[in-house]
């Protein structure tokens, strides 16, 4: 009877305590800043990047900044417009040449606007 009763104490504190780690643990989130971005785009016009790299970071809306959200969507046009994912999967590059100047743009346009936000910041 009393292997019983410690054999019950022990699973009663084993499920309890997981039971407790897994109610104080968060849930992890992932935000996208604009380095991630330009990062990526970096990568993207040196012919670095893949499809399924672009897809993770291009592919899911980003809420918490709405002018973030609106380079992620023209990045998602450009795309749209100009990709080529059957070449960089064999070597070449994810984007057309005219996707390139077009992501060019828009990476300057990124990068200026960090540093015009991380002037602010600094009065």
């Excluded at 504190?13 to 604009?34: D, K």
């Excluded at 990047?49 to 993770?56: D, R």
């Excluded at 749209?80 to 346009?109: K, M, N």
């Amino acid at each position: 009877m009393l292997v019983y009763l410690v054999a019950f104490v022990v699973c009663l504190l084993v499920v309890g305590g997981s039971m407790a780690l897994l109610i104080s643990m968060s849930t992890p989130r992932y935000r996208t800043e604009p380095e991630h971005l330009l990062q990526l785009f970096e990568r993207v016009l040196n012919h670095q990047a893949s499809e399924t790299e672009w897809n993770a970071l291009v592919g899911y809306p980003i809420r918490h900044d709405d002018s973030l959200e609106a380079v992620r969507r023209n990045a998602q046009d450009i795309m749209d417009d100009h990709g080529r994912p059957w070449q960089a999967a064999q070597g070449g590059c994810l984007l057309s040449r005219r996707g390139r100047c077009e992501l060019t743009t828009l990476r300057d346009d990124l990068a200026s606007r960090m540093l015009v936000e991380q002037g602010k910041r600094s009065f």
